[in-house]
DNA sequence: CACAAAATACGGCATTTGTCGTATTTTTTA
DNA sequence: TAAAAAATACGACAAATGCCGTATTTTGTG
Protein backbone atom coordinates (compact mmCIF):
# COMPACT_ATOMS: atom_id res chain seq x y z
CA UNK A 1 0.00 0.00 0.00
CA UNK A 2 1.54 3.29 -1.12
CA UNK A 3 1.14 6.30 0.66
CA UNK A 4 0.43 9.59 -1.28
CA UNK A 5 0.18 13.29 -0.80
CA UNK A 6 -0.85 15.83 -3.30
CA UNK A 7 0.39 18.88 -3.07
CA UNK A 8 -1.98 21.84 -5.63
CA UNK A 9 -3.68 25.12 -5.05
CA UNK A 10 -6.38 24.01 -7.30
CA UNK A 11 -8.78 21.94 -5.72
CA UNK A 12 -10.47 21.32 -9.08
CA UNK A 13 -6.58 19.75 -10.19
CA UNK A 14 -6.94 17.52 -6.98
CA UNK A 15 -9.93 16.40 -7.45
CA UNK A 16 -8.73 14.90 -10.81
CA UNK A 17 -5.76 13.54 -9.35
CA UNK A 18 -7.72 11.51 -6.81
CA UNK A 19 -10.09 10.37 -9.02
CA UNK A 20 -7.22 8.89 -11.35
CA UNK A 21 -5.97 7.27 -8.10
CA UNK A 22 -8.66 5.83 -6.98
CA UNK A 23 -8.66 2.95 -10.14
CA UNK A 24 -5.91 1.54 -8.26
CA UNK A 25 -6.10 -0.21 -5.03
CA UNK A 26 -2.59 -0.06 -4.12
CA UNK A 27 -2.58 3.87 -3.19
CA UNK A 28 -3.85 5.36 -0.12
CA UNK A 29 -4.69 9.24 -0.40
CA UNK A 30 -3.12 10.80 3.04
CA UNK A 31 -3.30 13.80 2.44
CA UNK A 32 -3.62 17.18 0.22
CA UNK A 33 -2.27 20.31 0.89
CA UNK A 34 -3.06 23.42 -0.74
CA UNK A 35 0.62 24.79 -1.41
CA UNK A 36 4.27 24.07 -0.14
CA UNK A 37 4.11 26.07 3.14
CA UNK A 38 0.61 23.86 4.20
CA UNK A 39 2.24 20.62 2.91
CA UNK A 40 5.19 21.25 5.34
CA UNK A 41 2.93 21.94 8.23
CA UNK A 42 1.47 18.78 7.81
CA UNK A 43 4.25 16.36 7.21
CA UNK A 44 5.45 17.99 10.98
CA UNK A 45 2.29 16.57 12.20
CA UNK A 46 3.02 13.05 9.90
CA UNK A 47 5.44 12.39 7.80
CA UNK A 48 4.23 8.88 7.39
CA UNK A 49 4.16 9.22 3.52
CA UNK A 50 5.92 7.63 0.53
CA UNK A 51 5.03 10.00 -2.08
CA UNK A 52 4.17 13.27 -2.63
CA UNK A 53 2.50 14.73 -6.44
CA UNK A 54 3.95 18.52 -6.48
CA UNK A 55 2.21 20.98 -8.47
CA UNK A 56 4.66 23.88 -8.81
CA UNK A 57 3.00 26.87 -9.42
CA UNK A 58 1.89 28.00 -5.76
CA UNK A 59 0.88 30.38 -3.71
CA UNK A 60 3.58 30.79 -0.76
CA UNK A 61 5.23 28.29 -1.14
CA UNK A 62 6.08 26.99 -4.55
CA UNK A 63 6.47 23.57 -5.51
CA UNK A 64 10.12 23.72 -6.16
CA UNK A 65 11.10 25.11 -2.97
CA UNK A 66 8.87 22.57 -1.04
CA UNK A 67 10.84 19.86 -3.10
CA UNK A 68 14.17 21.22 -1.78
CA UNK A 69 12.44 21.56 2.13
CA UNK A 70 10.56 18.13 1.88
CA UNK A 71 14.10 16.73 -0.03
CA UNK A 72 16.45 18.12 2.68
CA UNK A 73 14.77 16.61 5.78
CA UNK A 74 12.87 13.85 4.40
CA UNK A 75 14.89 12.37 1.77
CA UNK A 76 12.88 9.18 1.65
CA UNK A 77 9.88 10.48 0.69
CA UNK A 78 9.58 10.58 -3.21
CA UNK A 79 8.63 13.53 -4.89
CA UNK A 80 6.78 13.48 -8.66
CA UNK A 81 6.27 17.12 -9.90
CA UNK A 82 3.33 17.39 -11.47
CA UNK A 83 2.28 20.47 -13.57
CA UNK A 84 1.00 22.00 -16.64
CA UNK A 85 4.12 23.98 -17.25
CA UNK A 86 7.31 22.26 -19.69
CA UNK A 87 9.32 24.82 -19.83
CA UNK A 88 13.39 24.40 -19.24
CA UNK A 89 13.46 26.76 -16.35
CA UNK A 90 10.97 24.65 -13.98
CA UNK A 91 12.53 21.05 -15.32
CA UNK A 92 16.14 21.90 -14.37
CA UNK A 93 14.70 23.69 -11.23
CA UNK A 94 12.82 20.58 -10.17
CA UNK A 95 15.66 18.47 -10.84
CA UNK A 96 18.12 20.44 -9.37
CA UNK A 97 15.52 20.27 -6.10
CA UNK A 98 15.91 16.52 -6.43
CA UNK A 99 12.35 15.87 -8.15
CA UNK A 100 12.07 11.99 -8.90
CA UNK A 101 9.88 12.77 -11.73
CA UNK A 102 8.14 14.98 -14.11
CA UNK A 103 4.24 14.69 -15.10
CA UNK A 104 2.50 16.74 -16.92
CA UNK A 105 -1.23 16.58 -16.16
CA UNK A 106 -2.28 15.41 -19.09
CA UNK A 107 -0.97 12.13 -18.33
CA UNK A 108 -3.58 9.18 -18.34
CA UNK A 109 -4.18 7.33 -14.85
CA UNK A 110 -2.61 4.03 -16.45
CA UNK A 111 0.46 6.13 -16.30
CA UNK A 112 0.16 7.93 -13.49
CA UNK A 113 0.08 4.55 -12.03
CA UNK A 114 3.08 3.20 -13.37
CA UNK A 115 4.95 6.34 -13.45
CA UNK A 116 4.36 5.91 -9.16
CA UNK A 117 5.17 1.95 -8.99
CA UNK A 118 8.47 2.75 -11.19
CA UNK A 119 9.79 5.32 -8.56
CA UNK A 120 8.60 3.67 -5.27
CA UNK A 121 10.83 0.89 -7.50
CA UNK A 122 13.46 3.37 -7.28
CA UNK A 123 13.69 4.54 -10.96
CA UNK A 124 12.41 7.95 -12.14
CA UNK A 125 9.28 8.59 -14.61
CA UNK A 126 9.14 11.41 -17.24
CA UNK A 127 7.09 12.34 -19.95
CA UNK A 128 9.03 11.84 -22.93
CA UNK A 129 8.47 15.36 -23.87
CA UNK A 130 10.04 16.06 -20.69
CA UNK A 131 12.56 13.46 -21.18
CA UNK A 132 13.64 15.05 -24.02
CA UNK A 133 14.48 18.57 -23.07
CA UNK A 134 16.38 16.90 -20.02
CA UNK A 135 18.90 14.95 -22.62
CA UNK A 136 18.65 18.45 -24.00
CA UNK A 137 19.87 20.19 -21.19
CA UNK A 138 22.33 17.68 -20.27
CA UNK A 139 24.10 18.19 -23.78
CA UNK A 140 24.07 22.18 -22.81
CA UNK A 141 26.10 22.23 -19.84
CA UNK A 142 26.06 25.95 -20.17
CA UNK A 143 23.34 26.56 -17.61
CA UNK A 144 25.19 24.04 -15.02
CA UNK A 145 27.26 26.87 -14.52
CA UNK A 146 24.67 29.48 -13.95
CA UNK A 147 24.33 29.58 -9.98
CA UNK A 148 22.06 31.87 -7.72
CA UNK A 149 23.94 33.46 -4.91
CA UNK A 150 22.28 36.21 -3.36
CA UNK A 151 24.03 35.91 0.34
CA UNK A 152 27.82 37.72 1.11
CA UNK A 153 29.38 35.00 3.00
CA UNK A 154 33.37 36.85 3.80
CA UNK A 155 35.46 33.76 5.24
CA UNK A 156 39.02 35.26 5.80
CA UNK A 157 41.94 32.76 4.23
CA UNK A 158 42.74 30.91 7.09
CA UNK A 159 39.68 29.66 7.36
CA UNK A 160 39.10 28.62 3.82
CA UNK A 161 42.47 26.68 4.24
CA UNK A 162 41.47 24.99 7.13
CA UNK A 163 37.76 24.27 5.66
CA UNK A 164 39.41 23.19 2.35
CA UNK A 165 41.44 20.88 4.97
CA UNK A 166 37.96 19.85 6.23
CA UNK A 167 36.51 18.70 3.32
CA UNK A 168 39.26 16.53 2.91
CA UNK A 169 37.88 14.49 5.53
CA UNK A 170 40.99 15.37 7.76
CA UNK A 171 40.74 15.29 11.43
CA UNK A 172 41.18 18.47 13.91
CA UNK A 173 44.67 16.97 14.89
CA UNK A 174 45.72 16.06 10.95
CA UNK A 175 44.72 19.84 10.02
CA UNK A 176 46.22 21.75 12.82
CA UNK A 177 49.41 18.93 11.71
CA UNK A 178 49.22 20.37 8.06
CA UNK A 179 49.12 23.98 8.95
CA UNK A 180 51.76 24.49 12.15
CA UNK A 181 48.98 25.05 14.30
CA UNK A 182 47.48 24.07 17.65
CA UNK A 183 44.13 21.89 17.78
CA UNK A 184 42.33 24.53 19.62
CA UNK A 185 42.60 27.20 16.83
CA UNK A 186 41.83 24.67 14.51
CA UNK A 187 38.89 24.33 16.21
CA UNK A 188 38.28 28.04 17.04
CA UNK A 189 38.44 28.44 13.86
CA UNK A 190 35.89 25.79 12.75
CA UNK A 191 33.72 27.75 15.36
CA UNK A 192 34.00 30.89 13.52
CA UNK A 193 33.26 29.37 10.08
CA UNK A 194 30.15 27.44 11.47
CA UNK A 195 28.90 31.13 12.65
CA UNK A 196 29.71 32.69 9.90
CA UNK A 197 27.72 30.13 7.72
CA UNK A 198 25.11 29.68 10.26
CA UNK A 199 25.68 25.96 10.51
CA UNK A 200 26.43 23.58 12.91
CA UNK A 201 27.84 20.53 11.66
CA UNK A 202 31.09 19.66 8.85
CA UNK A 203 29.13 18.67 6.26
CA UNK A 204 26.56 21.70 5.98
CA UNK A 205 29.15 23.78 6.30
CA UNK A 206 31.15 22.23 3.09
CA UNK A 207 28.19 21.93 1.40
CA UNK A 208 27.25 25.60 1.92
CA UNK A 209 30.56 26.78 1.11
CA UNK A 210 30.51 24.74 -1.45
CA UNK A 211 27.58 26.30 -2.65
CA UNK A 212 28.72 29.69 -2.61
CA UNK A 213 31.77 28.66 -4.29
CA UNK A 214 34.31 29.36 -1.44
CA UNK A 215 36.09 26.18 -1.84
CA UNK B 1 4.64 2.90 -41.26
CA UNK B 2 7.69 3.36 -39.32
CA UNK B 3 10.91 2.10 -40.75
CA UNK B 4 13.05 0.56 -38.38
CA UNK B 5 17.17 -0.62 -38.53
CA UNK B 6 18.68 -2.96 -36.06
CA UNK B 7 22.53 -3.03 -34.91
CA UNK B 8 23.51 -5.91 -32.99
CA UNK B 9 26.35 -8.26 -33.01
CA UNK B 10 24.21 -10.98 -31.30
CA UNK B 11 22.46 -12.46 -34.42
CA UNK B 12 20.11 -14.27 -31.13
CA UNK B 13 19.28 -10.65 -30.04
CA UNK B 14 18.61 -9.43 -33.16
CA UNK B 15 15.87 -12.20 -33.60
CA UNK B 16 14.40 -11.11 -30.00
CA UNK B 17 14.33 -7.83 -30.94
CA UNK B 18 12.11 -8.72 -34.11
CA UNK B 19 9.84 -10.41 -32.81
CA UNK B 20 9.21 -7.97 -29.79
CA UNK B 21 8.70 -5.64 -33.25
CA UNK B 22 6.20 -8.38 -34.79
CA UNK B 23 3.37 -7.53 -32.55
CA UNK B 24 2.91 -4.36 -34.24
CA UNK B 25 1.73 -3.71 -37.51
CA UNK B 26 2.99 0.03 -37.78
CA UNK B 27 6.79 -0.66 -37.93
CA UNK B 28 8.63 -2.40 -40.98
CA UNK B 29 12.06 -3.55 -40.40
CA UNK B 30 14.27 -2.50 -43.52
CA UNK B 31 17.50 -4.31 -42.31
CA UNK B 32 19.73 -5.74 -39.41
CA UNK B 33 23.84 -4.68 -39.08
CA UNK B 34 26.02 -6.67 -37.44
CA UNK B 35 28.13 -3.77 -35.94
CA UNK B 36 28.67 0.37 -36.19
CA UNK B 37 31.06 0.02 -39.60
CA UNK B 38 28.25 -2.59 -40.91
CA UNK B 39 25.53 0.08 -40.26
CA UNK B 40 27.55 3.02 -41.78
CA UNK B 41 28.27 1.00 -45.17
CA UNK B 42 24.05 -0.28 -45.49
CA UNK B 43 23.30 3.38 -44.89
CA UNK B 44 25.50 4.72 -47.42
CA UNK B 45 23.39 2.95 -50.12
CA UNK B 46 20.11 3.95 -48.81
CA UNK B 47 19.20 5.45 -45.28
CA UNK B 48 15.74 5.45 -46.17
CA UNK B 49 15.07 4.34 -42.19
CA UNK B 50 13.28 6.57 -38.96
CA UNK B 51 14.59 4.86 -36.33
CA UNK B 52 17.95 2.71 -35.37
CA UNK B 53 18.22 0.31 -32.17
CA UNK B 54 21.63 0.03 -31.53
CA UNK B 55 23.72 -1.92 -29.49
CA UNK B 56 26.56 -0.55 -27.96
CA UNK B 57 29.05 -3.18 -27.01
CA UNK B 58 30.35 -4.35 -30.23
CA UNK B 59 33.00 -4.93 -32.79
CA UNK B 60 34.68 -2.74 -35.38
CA UNK B 61 32.67 0.16 -34.00
CA UNK B 62 30.98 0.29 -31.13
CA UNK B 63 27.08 1.91 -30.61
CA UNK B 64 28.10 5.10 -29.23
CA UNK B 65 30.60 6.03 -31.81
CA UNK B 66 28.27 4.77 -34.90
CA UNK B 67 25.33 7.07 -32.86
CA UNK B 68 27.97 9.89 -33.18
CA UNK B 69 28.48 9.29 -36.81
CA UNK B 70 24.90 8.70 -38.07
CA UNK B 71 23.55 11.79 -35.81
CA UNK B 72 26.24 13.83 -37.26
CA UNK B 73 25.35 12.71 -40.85
CA UNK B 74 21.61 11.64 -41.01
CA UNK B 75 20.47 13.91 -38.07
CA UNK B 76 16.71 13.00 -38.78
CA UNK B 77 17.19 9.22 -37.95
CA UNK B 78 16.20 8.57 -34.15
CA UNK B 79 18.49 6.18 -32.24
CA UNK B 80 17.54 3.87 -29.41
CA UNK B 81 20.84 2.45 -27.30
CA UNK B 82 18.60 -1.07 -26.41
CA UNK B 83 21.58 -2.97 -24.58
CA UNK B 84 21.85 -5.12 -21.30
CA UNK B 85 24.32 -2.77 -19.35
CA UNK B 86 23.59 0.46 -17.62
CA UNK B 87 26.15 1.61 -16.38
CA UNK B 88 26.78 5.75 -16.29
CA UNK B 89 29.86 5.69 -18.62
CA UNK B 90 27.62 4.05 -21.28
CA UNK B 91 24.65 5.98 -20.46
CA UNK B 92 26.90 9.21 -20.46
CA UNK B 93 28.55 8.70 -23.28
CA UNK B 94 25.18 7.91 -25.09
CA UNK B 95 23.68 10.82 -24.09
CA UNK B 96 25.81 12.98 -25.47
CA UNK B 97 26.69 10.87 -28.48
CA UNK B 98 22.84 12.17 -29.22
CA UNK B 99 20.57 9.19 -28.52
CA UNK B 100 17.31 9.74 -28.04
CA UNK B 101 16.41 7.16 -26.05
CA UNK B 102 18.16 4.42 -23.53
CA UNK B 103 16.11 1.11 -22.94
CA UNK B 104 17.38 -2.17 -21.24
CA UNK B 105 17.13 -5.26 -23.98
CA UNK B 106 14.64 -6.71 -21.09
CA UNK B 107 12.17 -3.93 -22.09
CA UNK B 108 8.19 -6.26 -23.12
CA UNK B 109 7.44 -5.55 -26.44
CA UNK B 110 4.49 -3.07 -25.54
CA UNK B 111 7.01 -0.45 -23.69
CA UNK B 112 9.18 -1.31 -27.13
CA UNK B 113 6.47 -0.08 -29.13
CA UNK B 114 5.27 3.00 -27.19
CA UNK B 115 8.88 3.75 -26.61
CA UNK B 116 9.59 4.05 -30.48
CA UNK B 117 6.27 6.05 -31.05
CA UNK B 118 7.00 8.39 -28.66
CA UNK B 119 10.88 9.06 -29.77
CA UNK B 120 9.15 9.20 -33.63
CA UNK B 121 6.79 11.95 -32.01
CA UNK B 122 9.93 13.71 -30.89
CA UNK B 123 10.12 12.64 -27.31
CA UNK B 124 12.76 10.68 -25.56
CA UNK B 125 12.45 7.52 -23.64
CA UNK B 126 14.17 5.98 -20.96
CA UNK B 127 13.61 3.01 -18.97
CA UNK B 128 12.89 4.49 -15.51
CA UNK B 129 16.39 3.34 -13.97
CA UNK B 130 18.36 4.90 -16.61
CA UNK B 131 16.41 7.81 -16.07
CA UNK B 132 17.10 7.92 -12.42
CA UNK B 133 20.68 7.73 -13.66
CA UNK B 134 20.63 10.01 -15.84
CA UNK B 135 19.18 12.56 -13.24
CA UNK B 136 21.44 11.53 -10.77
CA UNK B 137 24.53 12.53 -13.51
CA UNK B 138 22.38 15.90 -13.68
CA UNK B 139 22.79 16.87 -10.28
CA UNK B 140 26.33 15.28 -9.83
CA UNK B 141 28.41 17.34 -12.14
CA UNK B 142 31.86 16.06 -10.45
CA UNK B 143 30.82 12.31 -12.19
CA UNK B 144 30.95 14.45 -15.85
CA UNK B 145 34.52 14.55 -15.42
CA UNK B 146 35.69 11.22 -13.38
CA UNK B 147 33.61 8.40 -14.68
CA UNK B 148 36.48 5.57 -13.78
CA UNK B 149 34.84 2.80 -11.55
CA UNK B 150 36.92 -0.48 -11.04
CA UNK B 151 35.58 -1.16 -7.63
CA UNK B 152 32.28 -3.15 -7.45
CA UNK B 153 31.20 -2.20 -4.27
CA UNK B 154 27.51 -3.48 -3.13
CA UNK B 155 25.48 -1.67 -0.83
CA UNK B 156 21.86 -2.96 0.02
CA UNK B 157 18.72 -0.52 -0.53
CA UNK B 158 18.48 0.23 2.88
CA UNK B 159 22.01 1.02 3.23
CA UNK B 160 21.59 3.56 0.28
CA UNK B 161 18.57 4.58 1.91
CA UNK B 162 20.62 5.34 5.24
CA UNK B 163 23.54 7.34 2.81
CA UNK B 164 21.66 9.09 1.25
CA UNK B 165 19.74 11.06 4.30
CA UNK B 166 23.77 11.10 5.78
CA UNK B 167 24.85 12.55 2.74
CA UNK B 168 21.45 15.62 3.89
CA UNK B 169 23.46 16.40 6.79
CA UNK B 170 20.76 14.74 9.14
CA UNK B 171 21.76 13.22 12.82
CA UNK B 172 21.61 9.53 13.21
CA UNK B 173 18.40 10.35 15.62
CA UNK B 174 16.46 12.21 12.71
CA UNK B 175 17.29 9.40 10.20
CA UNK B 176 16.10 6.63 12.70
CA UNK B 177 12.46 9.09 12.77
CA UNK B 178 12.31 9.38 9.60
CA UNK B 179 13.08 5.59 8.78
CA UNK B 180 10.70 4.53 11.42
CA UNK B 181 13.65 2.70 12.97
CA UNK B 182 15.50 2.55 16.20
CA UNK B 183 19.04 4.98 16.52
CA UNK B 184 20.77 1.30 17.17
CA UNK B 185 19.65 0.21 14.04
CA UNK B 186 20.80 3.24 12.16
CA UNK B 187 24.29 2.81 13.86
CA UNK B 188 24.54 -0.74 12.94
CA UNK B 189 23.44 0.18 9.06
CA UNK B 190 26.52 3.20 9.12
CA UNK B 191 29.01 0.71 10.78
CA UNK B 192 28.30 -1.85 7.51
CA UNK B 193 28.37 0.72 5.13
CA UNK B 194 32.04 2.36 6.46
CA UNK B 195 33.45 -1.74 6.31
CA UNK B 196 32.01 -2.07 2.62
CA UNK B 197 33.30 1.16 1.19
CA UNK B 198 36.82 1.26 3.50
CA UNK B 199 36.00 4.16 5.10
CA UNK B 200 35.90 5.86 8.90
CA UNK B 201 33.93 8.66 8.64
CA UNK B 202 30.56 10.39 7.32
CA UNK B 203 32.57 12.69 5.20
CA UNK B 204 34.61 9.77 3.41
CA UNK B 205 31.64 7.54 3.18
CA UNK B 206 29.95 10.50 1.36
CA UNK B 207 32.37 11.24 -1.18
CA UNK B 208 33.18 7.79 -2.07
CA UNK B 209 29.63 6.63 -2.46
CA UNK B 210 29.50 9.97 -4.73
CA UNK B 211 32.11 9.09 -6.38
CA UNK B 212 30.48 5.59 -7.24
CA UNK B 213 27.22 6.98 -8.22
CA UNK B 214 25.92 4.96 -5.11
CA UNK B 215 24.05 8.00 -3.95
C1' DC C 1 11.34 -25.88 2.55
C1' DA C 2 16.12 -24.65 3.80
C1' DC C 3 19.67 -21.69 3.66
C1' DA C 4 21.78 -17.19 3.09
C1' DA C 5 21.37 -12.42 3.13
C1' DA C 6 19.40 -8.45 4.94
C1' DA C 7 17.22 -5.84 8.38
C1' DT C 8 16.37 -5.02 12.98
C1' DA C 9 17.84 -4.03 17.85
C1' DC C 10 20.65 -3.22 22.18
C1' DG C 11 24.74 -2.25 25.24
C1' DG C 12 29.23 -0.43 26.08
C1' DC C 13 33.30 2.43 25.45
C1' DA C 14 36.78 5.53 23.49
C1' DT C 15 37.18 9.27 20.40
C1' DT C 16 35.62 13.17 17.93
C1' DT C 17 32.99 17.02 17.47
C1' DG C 18 30.17 21.16 18.63
C1' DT C 19 29.64 24.92 21.84
C1' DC C 20 30.76 27.89 25.42
C1' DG C 21 34.18 30.51 27.90
C1' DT C 22 38.57 33.62 28.09
C1' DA C 23 42.90 35.65 26.54
C1' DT C 24 47.22 37.03 24.03
C1' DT C 25 49.61 38.17 19.83
C1' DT C 26 49.80 39.62 15.07
C1' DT C 27 48.09 41.93 11.06
C1' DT C 28 45.24 45.16 8.67
C1' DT C 29 43.31 49.41 7.94
C1' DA C 30 41.08 53.75 8.84
C1' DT D 1 49.15 55.55 15.58
C1' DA D 2 44.93 53.79 17.42
C1' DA D 3 41.25 50.76 16.65
C1' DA D 4 39.47 46.73 14.39
C1' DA D 5 40.02 42.32 12.49
C1' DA D 6 42.39 38.12 12.30
C1' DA D 7 45.04 34.52 14.13
C1' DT D 8 46.58 32.03 17.85
C1' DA D 9 45.82 29.19 22.16
C1' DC D 10 43.73 26.62 26.18
C1' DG D 11 40.04 24.58 29.26
C1' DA D 12 35.69 22.42 30.10
C1' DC D 13 31.43 19.91 29.07
C1' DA D 14 27.72 17.70 26.52
C1' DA D 15 26.48 15.56 22.45
C1' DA D 16 27.53 12.92 18.49
C1' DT D 17 30.18 9.59 16.29
C1' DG D 18 32.99 5.38 15.34
C1' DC D 19 33.80 0.72 16.69
C1' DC D 20 33.20 -3.65 19.02
C1' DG D 21 30.19 -7.20 20.64
C1' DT D 22 25.82 -10.20 20.26
C1' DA D 23 21.21 -11.71 18.82
C1' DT D 24 16.54 -12.07 16.78
C1' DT D 25 13.42 -11.46 12.94
C1' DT D 26 12.40 -10.86 8.15
C1' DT D 27 13.21 -11.44 3.35
C1' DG D 28 14.82 -13.48 -0.75
C1' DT D 29 16.46 -17.29 -3.58
C1' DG D 30 17.55 -21.71 -5.17
Redesign the pocket.
Known amino acids: MIKIAIVDDNSFLIKAAQEKLSFFEDFSLKFSADNGFDLVEKLEKNHNVDLILMDIEMPKMNGIDATCFVKQKYPQIKIIMLTVFDNDENIFNAIKAGADGYLLKEVNPKELHQGILDTMNGGATMTPSIAMKTLKLFRNPIDFAVVANCEDI ?1 L ?4 IEVLEQLSKGL ?3 LIADN ?1 F ?5 I ?5 NI ?1 TKLQV ?3 LEAIQKAKNNNLI
Not at 156 to 159: L, Q, V
Not at 187 to 191: M, P, V, W
Open positions: KTTREKYNLLSVGTRKHIEYHNK
